[in-house]
């Protein structure tokens, strides 16, 4: 068993955790807010005041953090950073959401540092987590992402190797962006349907025996016909995403398609939808106005 620290403990962090330590890693967790923390000390996690604490004898040490800031302070801040923390040869497991030109910045830091990175984000939500079914997008060199395959093989079903140091992030927001564009469809199509009196829940069931329907249509869908925008995925989220796609893009000229969708979302949020599910952007399509 492995000695692993896992550095933030949202929806994603604390399930992986959690399936670590089913498994009978020995696991250290640090959050932002310590509170967070509390129910996998209950299964055995050691908590750790800092994320430089947290690393400090690890093998591998595990992000799961919002953007590209939080993943600078968190690996490199001066006093609490993770990178000082951790001993030469260790290895760094960044599975956040991130610009390819951040992660392989990030690489440069490790390298200096003797310390391994493999940039693993992952494919899938909650439900996902919770099944042990997440996909991982690795990037990094083959050596490196082979030592920690029996890792990500108790949090994931497949591990897809992508490429070098900065290929799972564009392979993580071209993921998220071809979900996104699905979910500003489906949400327009439905509104088109209401608005000229169709029965929107039967031409959908017509569509999903069509060719054009995608597998994971029936969820998005069915969420938003149901209107249950639990966050599996918040707005917030997917709309940052978006706008790392468009800087890696280059400009919305480059990407007219995913700049429509990262508008979509964008509004959503203005209209306080940030915290709610993905699928609330339906609501901008059928609620009615005067």
């Avoid at 987590?129 to 079903?157: H, K, N, T």
């Avoid at 009196?197 to 016909?225: C, E, H, K, Q």
């Amino acid at each position: 068993m492995s000695r692993i620290t896992v550095l933030g403990l949202g929806a994603m962090g604390s399930r992986m955790a959690s399936q670590l330590l089913a498994a009978g890693h020995t696991v250290t967790v640090w959050n932002r807010t310590p509170d967070a923390a509390e129910a996998l000390v209950k299964q055995g996690a050691f908590h750790a005041r800092t994320p430089r604490e947290a690393s400090a004898g690890a093998e591998f040490v595990i992000a799961m953090l919002r953007d590209n800031d939080a993943s600078r302070h968190v690996w490199l801040d001066r006093e609490i950073g993770a990178l000082s923390g951790m001993a030469a040869g260790a290895i760094a497991i960044e599975s956040s959401t991130l610009t390819s030109g951040w992660i392989q910045e990030l690489g440069t830091h490790m390298q200096h540092a003797r310390v391994a990175l493999l940039e693993a984000p992952v494919s899938g939500s909650r439900a996902q987590a919770d099944a042990r079914q997440l996909a991982y997008l690795a990037g990094g060199e083959e050596e490196v992402l082979e030592r920690c395959l029996p890792l990500l093989r108790v949090m994931g079903s497949s591990v897809h190797h992508v490429g070098g140091l900065g290929h799972g992030a564009l392979a993580k927001l071209a993921t998220n962006a071809m979900l996104g564009i699905q979910v500003t469809g489906l949400a327009e199509v439905i509104g088109l349907l209401e608005r000229n009196g169709a029965d929107a829940s039967r031409v959908l069931a017509a569509m999903a025996g069509t060719s054009v329907w995608p597998p994971v249509a029936a969820y998005l869908s069915g969420s938003m016909m149901t209107e249950n925008f639990a966050p599996q995925f918040p707005v917030a989220l997917i709309e940052k995403d978006f706008g790392y796609t468009l800087e890696e893009a280059g400009s919305a000229e480059n990407a007219p398609t995913i700049a429509a969708a990262h508008n979509v979302f964008q509004r959503a949020a203005t209209r306080g939808m940030g915290d709610r599910n993905m699928t609330s952007v339906v609501r901008l399509f059928t609620e009615k106005r005067d």
